[in-house]
């Protein structure tokens, strides 16, 4: 019983989005467009509904669900206290791609979506169908991206289709998602300064300049921190491997000429071997390539494009049972370093790098 309809019409948009409410207050799991990726949402007050999101995604139960709200006025009613310098971002950039970590009201919620913190993560998505869902559900909706647990978000209603079709209540279709990749994830600590749990749709830049305060990136997920030690990020999705294709995805960095030359060549010698080679690469540089599935990331000029475009493109790389895939970088600036995280996530962390400097 799955409902896949296209934003095309409105008005049959907004018959589904009433079934789908419905079935969120009977305690059913149904997947919706947000402003990043679709999102799995249940009725985040009812333990049986969230555990039947953990089972759908395969999740692990450490790690805590997003709540999605419609509306200031919800807020109070789910978390302890908010202060001065959350509230500050909040009006900055909600609605919209943000999730700020806050105190758990005690007695709301079920203890399933914190995963036993006493903290929770709250969003108010910047889609017209994930905002008049909430609304008409009158539920806070606990919503982790609907795609099975390992696997790249989903910014089609067809990947949920793909990775989830049997195990949930029904898939409201409101057309390819905008920003491509999650939300970014913070905690404001009482002095105003900003941590980022996880990089997403709201840049460090915008986050900075909002807040007149330091923001710095949890230490546990910077790109060095696997070499630097074993600190446990703050954000407990961030410690598993995600975005994963089955192939082997490696990163490589360095001047764009030996960055082509070099992935050229190995290209070349993974076809050779008899490997089905995949590239993922900036509009500048993608005429350079030869292989079975090219995948383009738009162009180094406008990053929105290659978040846009990243997980439909892991994901073309299994449809194409690709074996060997070599993708480019971009400088983190920007939306560029949440697609770099997602990269070296999807990547294992293999990155090569060609300047002999950055060894
Ligand atoms: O854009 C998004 O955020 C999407 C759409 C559907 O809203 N949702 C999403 O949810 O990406 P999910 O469950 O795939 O990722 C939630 C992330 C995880 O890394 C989780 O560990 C972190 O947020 N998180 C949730 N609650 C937290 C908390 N109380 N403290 C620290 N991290 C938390
Ligand atoms: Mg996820």
């Known amino acids: ?134 609304e008409e559900s009158g539920c806070p909706v606990a919503a ?40 970014t994830v913070i905690q404001v600590s009482e002095d105003g300064s900003v941590t980022v749990l996880r990089p997403g749709g709201i840049t460090l830049e915008q986050l900075s300049q909002a807040a007149g305060a330091s923001v710095q990136l949890d230490p546990a997920i910077l790109p060095e921190s696997d070499t630097a030690g074993d600190l446990a990020p703050r954000a407990p999705g961030m410690k598993y491997t995600h975005y994963a294709p089955k192939g082997t995805l490696s990163i490589i960095t360095g001047a764009s000429n030996k960055v082509s030359e070099y992935m050229s060549r190995n290209l070349q010698e993974a076809a050779g071997r008899g490997e089905r080679t995949g590239v993922l690469a900036f509009d500048e540089h993608i005429g350079r390539y030869q292989a079975d599935c090219i995948e383009s990331l738009g162009s180094l000029s406008d990053l929105s494009t290659a978040a846009h475009r990243l997980y439909a493109a892991l994901r073309r790389m299994d449809e194409e049972n690709i074996g060997f895939i070599l993708s480019e970088a971009c400088p983190e600036e920007g939306i560029g370093a949440a697609i770099m995280n997602r990269l070296r996530k999807a990547a294992g962390q293999t990155v090569i790098h060609l300047d002999a400097t950055a060894r």
């Open 1 to 134: 019983h799955i409902d896949s309809e296209t934003a095309a019409d409105p008005a049959k948009l907004r018959e589904k989005v009433k079934d789908a409410a419905m079935l969120l207050r009977d305690g059913g799991v149904v997947a919706f467009p947000t402003e990043t990726v679709y999102g799995l949402g249940a009725d985040a007050r009812s333990t049986a509904a969230v555990e039947a999101v953990f089972a759908a995604k395969g999740r692990p139960s450490d790690n805590p669900l997003i709540v999605h709200i419609s509306k200031n006025a919800q807020l109070e009613g789910l978390v302890e206290h908010v202060s001065p310098a959350a509230r500050k971002l909040m009006e900055a950039f909600w609605p919209g791609p943000l999730t700020v970590v806050l105190p758990v009201k005690a007695n709301v919620l079920s203890p399933r979506v914190t995963a036993g913190l006493d903290t929770v993560g709250i969003r108010m998505p910047d889609h017209p169908v994930a905002l008049a869902l909430i």
């Open 144 to 183: 982790p991206s609907a795609n099975r647990s390992g696997r790249p978000s989903p910014t089609l209603a067809s990947h949920v289709v793909e990775d989830l079709g049997s195990f949930i209540d029904g898939v409201v279709d409101g057309g390819a998602t905008g920003v491509g990749v999650e939300s």
